[in-house]
């Protein structure tokens, strides 16, 4: 490790006093005894507590951490919980840069995307290879998991799920009522759109929250190009693409799709986003999956209540999103605890519990497909299907470093606010941005 991130790791002062911090609340008694013991007693003497840092706060999301919880007590290990809640992790990302930068990293995170490979360049990451290689890693993930998780030789992550953003979500009862078809084309979607207005129904949810807004921009610009396109721009950021007609077409489609939204388009979190629909005062949303365990935690049957599709005219492309935590290389006091949890992500019980609640797939070649609705069986085959339809999430941190999707996230966020800018400007700026970030790197 170089000896600047010695250094960062070493101040470990008032570390006692935010590890007794008492863990999440949980259903069984089990974990009520763990919280009890954990309130009275020093972390070491209930087994070890690790301090896991992570974004993941609405009903789903904390269902499915408590999976993880309750599977790693097992093993006698404590999760110290660190949530910092913020929709796709933009303020977790932030304290936990902070944090390292003070000396006082936690023993775990949540990271996700670019940043695993980033970081390990960096001496960040604890080499988990006594899980990976143990655990047989290389034979039981996907290909793109498996580089993500093992991006220079070593396991440096333990992967949880990967969930599919170019998801269309609609409310059945609605479409059942009013005798609509999910669409599969924009031309359907208008159709759809219409008919909805003329009910009035919200045709489509929507949040200005700017990653809210770059997710379904990404989703436009893979209508709109496909693939190769989409990689053009995000993954390999060529000059060319950014003054492509495709580009300006899909963020034309962006500004066109605000006809269907709610006036003005409120910031609110996503979980806020889906009650609108959940509630059906709105027809249709495009959301991540993650929505779906959101639905089906507050008592919405998938293909009951709601339906899920792929975003028209994205069918055949799984616009990807892995969740991913890593354990940092803080004390070696933590290793074992820190291993352990690396081994929990990958049990097959755990990997089919986990994700049946969040909404999103295993990473595993062959899950459990018994407990998967049609939604993720369908985005499990399309993922299985190979590299060709797997897209990486630009707003979900999958395609490009940190500082190139936050300037594209905040310039898309601009002209979808500002109806002044025009296409021009904005794919100029864009391209702007994939040139300087390009020399940065
Ligand atoms: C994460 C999901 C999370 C969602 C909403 C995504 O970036 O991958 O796990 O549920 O954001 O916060």
């Known amino acids: 490790m170089p000896s600047t991130i010695k250094k960062i790791f070493s101040n470990r002062k008032n570390k006692e006093t935010s590890r007794n911090k008492p863990a999440l609340a949980m259903g069984s008694r ?14 070491t003497a209930y087994g070890e507590g690790l301090q896991v840092l992570h974004w993941w706060k609405s009903a789903s999301e904390r269902q499915a951490v408590n999976v993880l919880v309750s599977k790693l007590a097992e093993e006698e290990v404590t999760w110290l919980d660190g949530v910092i809640p913020s929709g796709s992790g933009v303020g977790a990302s932030i304290v936990l840069r902070s944090r390292i930068l003070a000396g006082d990293a936690p023993e775990v995170a949540q990271l996700n995307g670019v940043l695993i490979s980033e970081w390990d360049k960096l001496g960040l990451l604890l080499n988990i290879d006594a899980a990976g290689n143990n655990g047989k890693w290389e034979k039981l993930l996907f290909p793109t998991v498996l580089t993500l998780v093992r991006p220079h030789g070593h396991f440096v992550a333990a992967p949880l799920g990967i969930h599919r953003v170019n998801t269309l979500f609609y409310n059945r009862l609605l479409f059942t009522r009013y005798g609509l078809v999910p669409p599969r084309t924009w031309a359907e979607f208008d159709h759809v759109a219409t008919k909805l207005k003329r009910h009035g129904i919200l045709p489509l949810a929507q949040s200005s929250e700017p990653w809210q807004v770059m997710s379904l921009f990404e989703t436009l610009v893979l209508s709109e190009g496909g693939a190769p396109f989409y990689r053009d721009l995000f993954v390999n950021k060529t000059a060319s693409a950014f003054a492509d007609e495709r580009l300006g077409k899909a963020l034309q489609h962006l500004r066109y799709l605000k006809k269907w939204m709610a006036a003005p388009v409120l910031e609110r979190p996503w979980n806020a986003v889906t009650a609108e629909l959940a509630g059906g005062n709105a027809g249709m949303m495009v959301m991540g999956d993650w929505a779906k365990g959101e639905l ?9 209540g709601f339906g899920c599709t792929a975003v028209p005219e994205t069918a055949k492309y799984h616009l990807y999103d892995i969740d991913t935590l890593v354990m ?6 933590f290793r074992t605890a820190q ?5 929990v992500t990958m049990s097959g019980k755990v990997q089919a519990d986990y994700n049946q609640l969040k909404g999103s797939i295993p990473v595993l070649r062959n899950p459990d497909l018994g407990k998967m609705d049609s939604c993720s069986l369908a985005s499990w085959k399309l993922f299985a299907s190979g590299a060709q339809a797997q ?12 500082v190139t ?3 594209m996230i905040a310039e898309v966020h601009h002209y979808f606010l500002d109806d002044r800018l025009s296409v021009a400007q904005t794919q100029r700026r864009l391209g702007v941005i994939a040139r300087t970030t390009a020399r940065i790197k």
């Open 339 to 343: 291993e352990k949890l690396a081994k």
């Open 328 to 333: 940092l290389a803080t004390q070696k006091s």
């Open 30 to 43: 089990r974990f009520c005894l763990t919280l009890l013991l954990c309130s009275c007693l020093s972390p």
């Open 391 to 402: 897209v990486p999430s630009l707003a979900h941190r999958m395609a490009a470093d940190e």
């Open 405 to 407: 999707k936050d300037a």
């Open 296 to 304: 089906n935690a507050w008592g919405h049957v998938t293909d009951e």
